[in-house]
Nanobody, 120 residues
């Protein structure tokens, strides 16, 4: 089994910054794409940003230029640096990882979520 544990959420004022972290642990042979998703009340979960093992990244248009996704492959850890935060960034943020745990098994895993609230 693989566990993803997020950290770094909280309350921040508009224009402020937060850094989210996501540590993967368990039986891991390799991690392919990792990503951050978010879900605001009454809305569907949406992709915020993703990064493949080689480092290529993808961002939602709403966060381009403000958020930066990165990963430390040696530590199986994912990060999301969020700058210039807006009230519309308020949501529960989830970490996701595509993980190979055995030669023949590759599955998608989710963290438990961390709340980010942007408010004055």
């Amino acid at each position: 089994q693989v566990q993803l544990v997020e950290s770094g959420g909280g309350l921040v004022q508009p224009g402020g910054s937060l850094r989210l972290g996501c540590a993967a642990s368990g039986i891991i042979i390799s991690i392919y794409t990792m990503g951050w998703y978010r879900q605001a009340p009454g809305k569907q979960r949406e992709l915020v940003a993703s990064i493949v093992s080689g480092g290529s990244t993808n961002y939602a248009d709403s966060v381009k230029g403000r958020f930066t996704i990165s990963r430390d492959n040696a530590k199986n850890t994912l990060y999301l640096q969020m700058d210039s935060l807006k009230s519309e960034d308020t949501a529960v943020y989830y970490c996701n990882a595509d993980v190979r745990t055995t030669t023949w098994r590759r599955s998608d895993y989710w963290g438990q979520g961390t709340q980010v609230t942007v408010s004055s």
